[in-house]
């Protein structure tokens, strides 16, 4: 990507704050490629329903000898980018870059990244277990920052999926599934917001590996999932989420997830290789299918409307109708 050029806002930002202002949007790619919104008559295409099922994008071969995964599908400046980790001691991790099409090259060699996303600004945000921490890297010349080190004098346990609101607040999820990655954790799996200023709170010890993590389109609810089985809606009041409740329940081996324009959840179910579609009120609409483990969601393609899945070394794709979330 160059560096000469001011970022484009990522339009999931975008997306968010013109929803909140009453106004639908449809997204679009702008001239340079990087991910924007265009506001339009209302939200572009109906979600999908029933049973479906996606293809595995064939040029996104496993890339180690040892078992791993796919994760962290984020779309930005018209390409795809994931974590690919191994289970291998340390869980190594890299970023893989895919531009539909064409070739699938390594953007980062060893960031050690889970879940990732993509803030107003274009830069990727990192989820990773190897420092224990939420980080942010310069793609262009590969140097990483902390955004967020430690919670009350200790490092986190293992960073795993993120969502930011459209004032730049992050809210991510740290389980203790590659714990081992890295000394020191935490005495609970939590769910953690930080502040713009830097400041980290805790939003909820009390679940036992939460995982999936998403925000509204108006920024007024943060859904969580975890090995409880349920998705936990948690109202945001001045900025400060509040006690949750569960919107869904049953979700087998809850993963990533992901908002189309309409709100409806994207929710990845690791085991059984599905991705459900809800409802913002919790109703079921569509199953996906695939034929491996799946662990994330995004939306991306030159329109928006490719659904992109990440999982045991493979990434699948289906058109859809309807624009999405890059995260």
């Given at each position: ?266 929710v990845t179910e690791h085991a059984p290789k599905r991705v459900r579609v809800f409802s913002p009120q919790g109703r079921e ?21 490719t659904l992109y899945i990440t999982g045991a070394g493979a990434v699948w794709q289906l058109p859809l109708d309807v624009t999405g979330l890059p995260y």
């Open positions: 990507m160059s560096v000469s050029h001011r970022r484009a806002p990522c339009y999931a930002s975008l997306l968010r704050l013109l929803l909140a202002a009453g106004v639908t949007a449809a997204v679009a790619t702008s001239v340079s490629g990087a991910a924007s919104a265009a506001p339009a008559a209302s939200c572009s295409g109906k979600a999908p329903s029933g049973e479906l099922k996606a293809e595995r994008i064939a040029a996104i071969a496993p890339s180690r000898s040892e078992p791993g995964l796919y994760e962290g599908p984020v779309w930005m400046d018209g390409a795809l980018y994931f974590s690919d980790f191994s289970f291998s001691q340390g869980f190594p991790s890299r970023v893989r870059k895919y531009i539909p099409g064409g070739a699938v090259t390594t953007a980062l060699d060893d960031a050690g990244s889970n879940g990732l996303a993509v803030d107003a600004k274009g830069a990727l945000v990192a989820a990773t277990h190897k420092f224990k921490a939420l980080s942010r890297y310069d793609l262009a010349g590969g140097e990483r920052t902390n955004v967020a080190a430690q919670f009350q004098g200790q490092v986190f346990n293992s960073p795993n999926d993120i969502a930011i609101a459209a004032d730049g607040t992050i809210y991510f999820t740290d389980p203790d599934y590659q714990k081992a990655a890295a000394p020191g954790g935490q005495p609970v799996t939590g769910i953690y917001r930080v502040a713009t200023n830097g400041a980290v709170t805790l939003v909820d010890g009390s679940r036992k590996n939460p995982n999936g993590i998403a925000l509204s389109l108006n920024g007024d609810t943060l859904y969580v999932n975890a090995s409880d089985g349920a998705v936990r809606a948690y109202p945001i009041k001045d900025g400060v989420p509040q006690a949750g409740r569960d919107l869904i329940k049953g979700i087998e081996n809850g993963d990533g997830m992901t908002l189309d324009c309409h709100g409806n959840l994207y609409l569509a199953t996906i299918r695939v034929d491996a483990n799946v662990t994330n969601v995004a939306f991306g393609g030159s329109d928006g409307k």
